[in-house]
């Protein structure tokens, strides 16, 4: 027979498996008659201090796990009946307490939002967030935390705070939809992700993925005090934003408050500088990529002003170092600061401010919607620069935009073997884009700077100066030369012609008949200088002064150069000195039985001392006077015609001395 002990244990499981059996029955009672009818909608209502609704009958779940499942859920503001939902949900499912439930109470250890819409509006600092509740539980426990941080803003002492257990917090599939003055729109797609927060005084996190303007991004958040950080104390957080245009990540501390603060380091990164700020809609046109850019950098600052101390910055591929200032309390963002590279491209920077071609072979049309966005100071330099095929060093350059006009300047750098200064400027007009464009290069290698300027033409190869000012309006470059006014000027010294063979060139003028310039072009002219002086009228420049001298030899041009049409309207010569008179050949004596000059004599008739006539002796040869071309010289002059890449020649005449 079992004894004492034994029945007490088999009554003991018998009375567990009989409660087991009560519970598991009575569960789905409570839960059905009390729970989700008169509990569930007011806890969340507790919880987030708006107004609940639910509509259909909850379904409840008792294995694997204790959940309800709620369909149509509402949360509105209190205080307007008429305003559309804050936060509206297909279905929510809630993971309850079992035991909580039989004693009536409701616990949620987890709640999933799915297809959720959650609406956000504008707030005073012009930020989208979702509307403010009237209560709460977390609205009081923020209340509450506020105080304990006004007691010491320092150091708050955490002891003190809120010790509510919160859960988590996932949703599926989600939209956020911003309604802005009645007419709503998406901002964010395909919403994913999690609130995970134990208790309100404990470390919390959020994590959330979807698309936004167009890109699929990820957002990653954490602090150990996120009740601190919502009630306007310092707290150390991490955030991070990933997506194919940018990357970005911030580690350190600050506060969400009023006055707000944030020091720490932060992160930034993106495979192209142009995509990203057309994506953070920072007012770039979308266009051409640029390279990549990455910037790490000690970031302390609040709402109205950010600095970046010892940042580390790679632009398309080349490091530098500098310090940035971001202010935000005029009407536009003002961005000034200085950066220093050992390599830059220069090109890459200002590309960021063009468009596309509109056509193969156009250039790129200007965009200077930026201009409205923000202001801009900065100051660079580089001990070697790209621009193009051009190749700088020593580079000191600046780039200003502000209200109505925008300058990039290159004040000073070393190229060519010699030093540049270059600029383009746009006023920003009611009536149109005013674009100036200045270039002065000084003691440059003549030869180094035509390759250049992809100029290889009849260009002089000595050491020179070169001027260009260029003026006009319009919304591409293209347009701007068609329509520039301005004026060009060059003198370079001794050194050699390119592309030119001088005697192929008069033989084919002698011959007659137009001929292609290419036909002459193997060989070079040593030249003693060169000289060019042109002024430039709604995109045509007229030549005054083209001259280059070798020698006694000159070679002029003028007339006029078009921009459109790249055509060739030119008059030309090339003049010569006569050739020197040759002496006359001295009359040999008739006789051999002469007497000799030197014994019989000379008189001063040129009569000989017998009375006999001599040949005189000519005088000793002199070179000749130089002689003035066009005067006393042959000019063959000729019409040059085609285009800028096929010119062509035609003889007109060759005049001699005296013509």
Do not use: C
Not at 87 to 98: F, G, K, N, T, W
């Amino acid at each position: 027979m079992p004894s004492p002990l034994i029945w007490r244990a088999i009554w003991a499981v018998s009375i567990a498996v009989i409660v087991a059996v009560v519970a598991f029955v009575a569960v789905p009672y409570f839960a059905s008659n009390r729970i989700v009818r008169d509990r569930i909608a007011w806890e969340m209502s507790a919880w987030s201090g708006f107004r609940v609704t639910i509509e259909g009958t909850p379904e409840i779940a008792i294995w694997p796990q204790f959940r309800a499942t709620l369909s149509g859920v509402t949360l509105s503001k209190w205080s307007d009946d008429k305003a559309p939902p804050v936060m509206q949900a297909e279905r929510v499912d809630i993971d309850l307490s079992a035991m909580a439930a039989l004693r009536g109470d409701v616990v949620f250890s987890g709640v999933q939002l799915i297809k959720p819409i959650f609406r956000i509006q504008p707030a005073e600092h012009g930020l989208l967030l979702p509307p403010a509740p009237s209560g709460g539980r977390v609205a009081r426990a923020i209340d509450a935390a506020r105080e304990t941080v006004k007691a010491n803003p320092d150091k708050p002492n955490a002891v003190r705070l809120p010790t509510e257990g919160f859960g988590s917090i996932e949703f599926r599939d989600g939209r956020v939809i911003a309604s802005i003055d009645g007419a709503e729109e998406d901002v964010v797609t395909g919403l994913s992700g999690m609130v995970d927060w134990e208790a309100l005084n404990t470390s919390g996190s959020v994590s959330a993925s979807g698309t936004w303007r167009g890109e699929n991004v990820s957002v990653e958040a954490n602090s150990p005090q996120p009740m601190l950080l919502l009630a306007g104390g310092a707290a150390p957080f991490t955030v991070s934003l990933k997506a194919p245009p940018a990357n970005f990540s911030f580690e350190g501390n600050g506060n969400f408050s009023a006055k707000s603060f944030f020091d720490g380091q932060a992160k930034f990164s993106a495979p192209s500088l142009r995509r990203a700020l057309w994506w953070l809609r920072a007012g770039i046109a979308p266009g051409a990529t640029t390279g990549p850019v990455s910037v790490t950098s000690k970031v302390t600052g609040n709402t109205d002003r950010v600095k970046f101390d010892n940042a580390e910055i790679n632009l398309d591929k080349n490091p530098g170092t500098g310090a940035l200032d971001l202010s935000f309390s005029e009407g536009l963002p003002v961005i000034s600061g200085t950066l220093a590279f050992d390599t830059v491209n220069l090109a890459a920077f200002l590309a960021a401010f063009t468009t596309n071609a509109a056509t193969p072979g156009d250039l790129d049309a200007i965009d200077t919607s930026f201009a409205d966005r923000f202001n801009l100071d900065l100051r660079l330099s580089a001990a070697h620069a790209t621009a193009g095929p051009i190749q700088l060093a020593d580079v000191a350059a600046t780039a200003q935009v502000k209200t109505g006009l925008a300058v990039f300047d290159i004040s000073d750098a070393a190229a060519f073997g010699g030093n540049i200064q270059a600029g383009v400027r746009f006023d920003l007009r009611p009536e149109g884009t005013q674009v100036e464009m200045k270039l002065l290069a000084s003691d440059v290698n003549g030869a180094e700077f035509a390759s250049a300027a992809g100029m290889t033409r009849l260009m002089p190869t000595g050491t020179g100066t070169v001027s260009l000012i260029l003026k006009g309006p319009g919304k591409s470059w293209n347009s701007i030369l068609q329509n520039a006014d301005g004026s060009a000027s060059a003198t370079f010294g001794p050194g050699n012609l390119t592309s030119l063979n001088l005697p192929a060139f008069l033989k084919r003028t002698d011959e007659g008949g137009f001929f292609a310039l290419d036909e002459v072009s193997d060989g070079t002219l040593p030249i003693d200088g060169a000289e060019l002086k042109a002024n430039i009228a709604k995109g045509v420049a007229r030549i005054d002064r083209a001259e280059a001298k070798s020698g006694q030899t000159k070679i002029w041009l003028s007339g006029i150069v078009p921009y459109a049409g790249r055509g060739l309207a030119l008059s030309g010569g090339i003049v010569q000195p006569k050739p020197a008179a040759q002496p006359a050949p001295a009359p040999q004596p008739t006789s051999t039985d002469q007497p000799d000059q030197a014994q019989s004599g000379t008189a001063p008739d040129g009569q000989t001392e017998t009375g006999q006539t001599t040949a005189a002796t000519p005088p000793p040869a002199t070179p000749p006077a130089p002689t003035t071309p066009g005067k006393d010289g042959n000019e063959a002059t000729f019409f040059v015609g085609g285009t800028w890449t096929t010119p062509f020649v035609s003889p007109i005449a060759r005049r001699k001395a005296g013509e």
